[in-house]
């Protein structure tokens, strides 16, 4: 705040939360007249991003619009990695491993013999211990307290401790570094950008720790010293000298180094360097948000000057962090850049890029209505520049391009609910989805419970109930003679488990093309191991002589945001007498040769999908866009509801009609 007065710029506090897309504006807090206030200001002229950890997306947005300082890029070992994959300056480096594992632990013990495990979100010397293997016992101390361990004790230390959260850890050889009054130290060098955008070392101090530690730790008893001083002091004159420029020049050179590999995305680093008992310059570790408590204010300076020429010079810097691993980087594409009508398109959200039969449909179909079309995965999304590695279809093969954005997304992927795909819908959610339900927000239970409660009379639902216990399939076995036993999840993997009863107390159970025979008990111990941790519902399921009848049905919302039936057929399932199961899949014509008995079925099963619709979508008070209808069929063509799917089919059976349809509700949607 002082250097800000000094250097006539004003300063705004504020978190992801207190940003306005709409207007452009932040809710911040501000310091005017020696007192805090709280105002609503125009987004700021450059925003310097002192956060950790997952960017949010608001985060990711905001650094589109505003020039950011800089990024974090992540642990104190996220630098150092970076310098052993480009190679330049590795020899500076102490050899080191992530603990994933006891195969990646035992051989560097074994290789180093003395060494250190670092925790790689400490700080201030916690939860840093140093091991020291002597013959079949290992000597391992922590801050002051040692402790003498067996072979067994330290495997335990190694499981409880370093391995207790995987990759939370460092394993580290130990390097000499001691004062000739043998306490532990090592360099701090703090780098910025200045006013000009160049590095400048902004301070640089030996941190001194207990002679009774072997932590170089300023927390700890420590302390810290003027730098050419010290260096004069340990190694004479001369030598002091030549470390203090050799120092000098490596917190800057390394620092450069880093910025390119980083996309000129860095502002400031901490470098840790330490000079081992044979003269030997060491790199500890380099990190991007460094403690200054001793040099607030030489930070202060840089600080704001460098936020200044950001501004000033209307310079984007980027992050060069991936989201995940093998991340599109759009800086580093030489990818031709798509057409700029593209931006009125429709693109196609898919778990990997694949040549089926419905992207080129879909693909074709938009060529001939002329609309820009094209497919992405998570992978193909550039989150820092807010653009996508392309799929186009030219010429009868796939071709990539780097596009911007499209206008509407047709959601394939469809895992909302997972932890791992989340970002993707963050990151594109001003874009409309063709499908926004999230899997988890309802069970088979809940879908079955709002159909209940529709005021529809004729809403007829096959009676289910949640399986507490194996009585429960028992009795709607004795109620029904053939019924489900499947998972409450509504995901289309989760095997589904049809049970009739025999002669002689004994079942049968179809289980995709098996049929297996169990009694009671091996029936009983079948579903007791499966709802210990699993909630799993039985379901009656009428037959037509033993056939099993089922009309999948599919429809969405067109253009004008009513439902359309897209396709209708009918699948049977016979257990045959060798044990097999054949399965069927008729249309409405081949199942039912009756023209009229046809007819009447249609206009049934069309009538009850679109009110099953209408109803879950009134219940759950959410515009859905699609849903997959399975109903069951007996011997009368009376249909009971067996599932109800918002989410959709597993696969699209008329791919010729879905393809119109979801392209124009998909540009609907924008309008």
């Known amino acids: 705040l002082h250097e800000g007065k000094k ?9 992801s939360t207190d ?8 809710t911040a807090d501000t310091y005017e007249n020696d007192e805090w206030k709280r105002v609503t200001v125009p987004f700021p002229d450059v925003i310097n991003n002192v956060g950790a950890g997952k960017r949010s ?89 040692e402790r003498i361990v067996s072979k067994d004790e330290f495997h335990q230390f190694i499981t409880r401790t370093i391995l207790a959260e995987k990759g939370s850890f460092i394993v580290q050889r130990y390097i000499h570094t001691r004062t000739k009054d043998d306490e532990p ?39 810290v010293e003027d730098f050419p001083v010290f260096l004069r002091n340990q190694f004479g004159e001369k030598q002091g000298t030549i470390f203090e420029k050799e120092i000098l020049g490596l917190s800057i050179n390394v620092t450069t180094h880093l910025d390119k590999i980083y996309g000129m995305g ?13 003269g030997r310059i060491w790199m500890h570790e380099a990190n991007n948000g460094p403690q200054t408590a001793y040099h ?40 031709p850049l798509a057409d700029d009508s593209v931006e009125t398109g429709v693109g196609m959200l898919v778990g990997r890029q694949t040549n089926d039969k419905l992207s080129i449909t879909l693909a074709h179909t938009a060529k001939e209505k002329g609309i820009p079309f094209y497919a992405f995965t998570p992978y193909d999304v550039d989150y820092d520049l807010g653009l996508i590695r392309a799929s186009f279809y030219e010429d009868g093969e796939w071709v990539q391009k780097v596009a911007e954005f499209p206008t509407a997304i047709i959601d394939r992927l469809k895992m909302r609910s997972s932890t791992e795909d989340i970002l993707i819908y963050e990151e594109l959610e001003d874009i409309p989805f063709t499908n926004e339900w999230i899997p988890d927000s309802a069970n088979k239970s809940i879908i079955y419970e709002a159909l209940q409660a529709s005021e529809h009379a004729d809403m007829v639902l096959a009676d289910f109930q949640r399986v507490k216990r194996p009585l429960h399939v028992f009795q709607f076995i004795e109620k029904y003679g053939h019924v489900q036993f499947k998972q409450e999840d509504m995901a289309y993997e989760h095997p589904v488990f049809v049970i009739k009863r025999l002669e002689d107390d004994r079942f049968e159970m179809i289980q995709g093309t098996t049929v297996k025979r169990y009694s009671k008990n091996e029936l ?18 009428p037959t037509n002589n033993g056939t099993i009848q089922e009309v999948h049905s599919f429809l969405m919302k067109n253009s004008t945001n009513h439902w359309d039936i897209i396709s209708n057929h009918v699948q049977t399932i016979t257990t045959k007498q060798d044990d097999s199961v054949m399965y069927s899949e008729l249309t409405l014509e081949e199942f039912e040769e009756n023209q009229d008995r046809r007819k009447l079925l249609e206009q049934q099963v069309n009538s009850l999908a679109i009110r099953t619709a209408t109803v879950l979508e009134k219940q759950f008070n959410e515009q859905l866009s699609e849903l997959a209808l399975v ?41």
Not at 7 to 15: C, D, E, G, K, R
Not at 19 to 26: A, K, L, R
Not at 96 to 123: G, W
Not at 197 to 213: A, D, M, N
Request: glycine fraction near 4%; proline fraction near 3%; include cysteine.
């Open 7 to 15: 250097q006539q710029t004003n300063l705004y506090f504020f978190t």
């Open 19 to 26: 940003i306005d897309f709409e207007h452009e504006q932040i």
């Open 57 to 145: 997306q608001a985060e990711r947005k905001l650094q589109r619009i505003v020039p950011f300082t800089g990024f974090h890029v992540g642990n104190k070992y996220t630098l150092p990695k970076q310098m052993i994959k480009h190679r330049k300056y590795v020899d500076l480096l102490v050899p080191f491993k992530v603990c994933t594992d006891e195969d990646s632990i035992y051989p560097f013990i074994d290789k180093n013999n003395h060494v250190v495990f670092k925790a790689l979100r400490s700080n201030r010397g916690e939860n840093i211990y140093f091991v020291n293997k002597k013959g079949s016992r290992f000597v391992i101390l922590d801050q002051k307290k």
């Open 185 to 223: 130290y090592h360099f701090r060098a703090h780098v910025q950008k200045d006013y000009n955008g160049e590095w400048q070392v902004t301070h640089i101090y030996p941190r001194i720790g207990s002679k009774k530690s072997k932590l170089s730790n300023i927390a700890t008893e420590g302390r």
């Open 266 to 278: 860095l502002n400031e680093l901490g470098l840790d360097f330490a000079i081992d008992d044979t």
């Open 296 to 335: 607030e204010e030489k930070r202060a300076i840089h600080f704001i000057a460098y936020a200044k020429y950001i501004a000033e010079n209307g310079l984007m810097r980027t992050s060069q962090t991936s989201a995940f691993k093998g991340q599109f980087q759009a800086r580093h594409s030489e990818l």
């Open 524 to 541: 009983r111990n079948f579903m007791n191991h499966r709802i210990e941790d699993k909630s799993f519902i039985v379901q009656e399921l």
């Open 631 to 671: 109903c069951s069929v007996d011997e009368d063509n009376k249909l009971l509801v067996l599932e109800a799917n918002p989410n959709g089919p597993r696969n699209i059976k008329e791919m010729d009609q879905y393809a119109p349809s979801i392209l124009a509700y998909a540009l609907s949607l924008h309008d």
